[in-house]
Nanobody
Framework: QVQLVESGGGSVEAGGSLRLSCAAS????????MGWFRQAPGKEREGVAT?????????AESAKGRFTISKDYAKNTLYLYLQMNSLKPEDTAMYYC???????????????????WGQGTQVTVSS
């Protein structure tokens, strides 16, 4: 079955950087779109960035110019990354890796359409 395992979260001061990783397995990598989402306490889950099967990327306005989504393949595993620079306290949230065989950039504004989720990794940015 589809498995998504995130890592790389942590605590950082404002202006710092973090790189999140997601190891994906159990599905045909060439047919799935991938994305990163986040959820802060008391708020709804929101899309951060997506990367479609053929590599087209989309970003939430809050992520543009600061975050970069990418993917790579190694040892029969798909790795999804989110490079986060110039972090702000408002970026503090649980970050989730997501995969879906149908929805691409549409996932950004419609998290409820996502088929598969990881367990999340916490990012905390202090001022």
């Amino acid at each position: 079955q589809v498995q998504l395992v995130e890592s790389g979260g942590g605590s950082v001061e404002a202006g710092g950087s973090l790189r999140l990783s997601c190891a994906a397995s159990g599905f045909s990598y060439s047919t799935y779109n991938m994305g990163w989402f986040r959820q802060a306490p008391g708020k709804e889950r929101e899309g951060v960035a997506t990367i479609e099967r053929l590599g087209r990327t989309s970003y939430a306005e809050s992520a543009k110019g600061r975050f970069t989504i990418s993917k790579d393949y190694a040892k029969n595993t798909l790795y999804l990354y989110l490079q986060m620079n110039s972090l702000k306290p408002e970026d503090t949230a649980m970050y989730y890796c997501a995969a879906d065989p149908i929805w691409g950039a549409d996932m950004l504004r419609n998290p409820q359409r996502v088929g598969y989720w990881g367990q999340g990794t916490q990012v905390t940015v202090s001022s």
